[in-house]
């Protein structure tokens, strides 16, 4: 105990700065991780860009510093990602660094320890070795993924990427259980530039003094194994962050519908099916439809997070027929957002249909409730096929988004044997994932090590 307090002590007036991406799935995941420095006793300093910043009235105890992106109001709300990320990474480098210049040397702050950057803001590598400040990254997604990604231009050379549609059902050999239809794909205008901002995530985070992963290692092993050979820096896969507090909607750039809660209240255990594609990915009105038929037709509640924009060229709900709900009787609840953390605990929960983004993959697993996958692009096809032929604790949604295969995925899952086997698998993933975050977990001595490791950084 004594001793613990002195360390604490000694952190005092140790300065952590943390960099996010302006994106959802990115925000959620470093202000979890500076609340979970900050109980270590850091103190928190956030660097955000005015695009999507996070609201600094939720975090009392942290310093934010807002720059600007530069970004015009077409490139902020462009749907091209890589373009955005191209962009960001080049209209932040000035910016950034004026802002670091200034906290290093602002006399009246705590001696800052390190950066903590989002892994795909790369161009943080050569701003703090300028600086000669440590950097340490945090990857947002999983770690078998990144794999993935490391090996691109292995996958390149061999002929697997640029992918070409006659190889889809190809095996990927280097890299069981793929198939070339999983590997990461983007639809974007520049292809290239997606290749550029692998290579940049993946040779900058090499560069860093560690990353950190919002992983365990029981779910991840093998890539860890892997990583660990391939990357000569430490690893620290401390997750799942959003189960270190239950503080957990602090950082949504948009309104939580808590009528998910109540409408949730009233329905039967585990019959619920939540569908609900993250903050990125986008429908064409076909497939809403299907989706919206699909759901109608399975015969099980459902909740539907419909987020103005999934539905491109429309603003809201204007493509479903009019009356769609009202002939349900209630069976079905749309909203814009929902608290995705609180959905997923809920005992009327029965089944997540998820875009497999890597916080909604890990969220469902924490919480025991078993994935219809529908990847949209990047990292999510990756993740989802880990969930359905690895840890067995979904059904991917096969031969595209028709209202026949929907139903049908829900009721194998929901009601028929085998759907019994996949809760019973992620029930024990569950029980896992708990016990890594439990003292003497190896999510807990990861974290202790990190702690240690950052205490030891000179700048
Ligand atoms: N989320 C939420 N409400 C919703 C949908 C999503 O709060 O209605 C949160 C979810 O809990 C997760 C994040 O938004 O933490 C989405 O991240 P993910 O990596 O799953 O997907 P992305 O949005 O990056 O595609």
Redesign the pocket.
């Known amino acids: 105990e004594k001793q613990i307090g002195t360390q604490m002590e000694q952190r005092k007036g140790r300065r952590l700065v943390l960099f996010p991406l302006p ?4 925000i ?2 470093m202000l979890q991780l500076a609340g979970i420095l900050h109980s270590k006793g850091f103190s928190i300093t956030i660097i955000h860009t005015n695009f999507n910043s996070p609201n600094p009235s939720h975090y009392p105890n942290f310093t934010f510093h807002s720059i600007p992106d530069g970004l015009s109001e077409t490139e902020a709300s462009a749907s091209d990602l890589v373009l955005l990320l191209k962009l960001l990474n080049a209209k932040c480098v000035d910016p950034f660094s004026d802002c670091l210049v200034k906290l290093l040397s602002d006399a009246s702050e705590d001696l800052i320890s390190c950066l903590i950057s989002d892994a795909i803001f790369y161009f943080t590598r050569a701003v703090a070795d300028t600086l000669k400040l440590p950097r340490i990254v945090l990857r ?1 997604g999983g770690v078998s993924s990144f794999v993935v990604f490391a090996a691109f231009p292995l996958l390149r050379d061999r002929g697997y990427l640029p992918i070409q549609d006659s190889q889809l059902e190809k095996r990927v050999e280097e890299l069981p259980p793929l198939k070339v239809k999983d590997l990461p794909v983007v639809n974007t205008d520049d292809p290239e530039a997606f290749y550029e901002i692998v290579a940049g995530l993946v040779n900058e985070t090499k560069a860093s003094s560690g990353v950190i992963w919002n992983s365990y290692e029981d779910l991840e092993q093998s890539a860890l194994v892997t990583l660990r050979q391939e990357f000569p820096i430490p690893i620290f896969p401390i997750g799942s962050f ?1 189960k270190y507090s239950s503080a ?2 602090s950082s ?1 750039l ?1 309104t ?1 519908d808590q009528s998910s809660i109540s409408w949730l209240d009233n329905q039967a255990p585990k019959s619920v099916i939540y569908a ?6 986008a429908l064409n009105e076909a497939e809403f439809l299907e989706i919206a038929w699909g759901l109608a037709n399975s015969k099980q509640p459902f909740l539907w ?1 419909v ?1 103005p924009g999934l539905v491109r060229g429309s603003e809201w709900l204007e493509p479903l027929p009019s009356g769609f709900l009202e002939t349900l009787n209630g069976r079905g609840h749309i ?1 814009k ?5 609180d959905v997923l605990a809920h005992p009327a929960l029965g089944a997540f249909w ?8 890990l ?1 469902s697993i924490c919480e025991g409730v078993p994935m219809i996958c529908m990847p949209c692009f990047g990292d ?1 096809k990756v993740n989802s096929k880990y969930v359905s032929h690895v840890w067995k604790v979904g059904l991917q949604l096969e031969s595209g988004v028709k209202r026949e295969a929907i139903e049908k995925t829900i009721r194998r899952l929901m009601v028929e044997k085998e759907g019994e086997e996949i809760r019973d698998r992620i029930s024990e993933l569950k029980e896992k994932a708990n016990l890594c975050l439990q003292q003497g977990g190896t999510s807990r001595e990861s974290l202790d090590s990190l702690v240690t490791h950052i205490s030891k950084l000179e700048s």
């Open positions: 994106l959802q799935g990115h959620n995941p947002t959003h957990s909607s949504s948009l939580q609900s594609f993250g903050s990125i990915a997070v987020r909203i957002w929902a608290p995705q953390q998820t875009h497999n983004g890597w916080n909604s993959t969220e999510q």
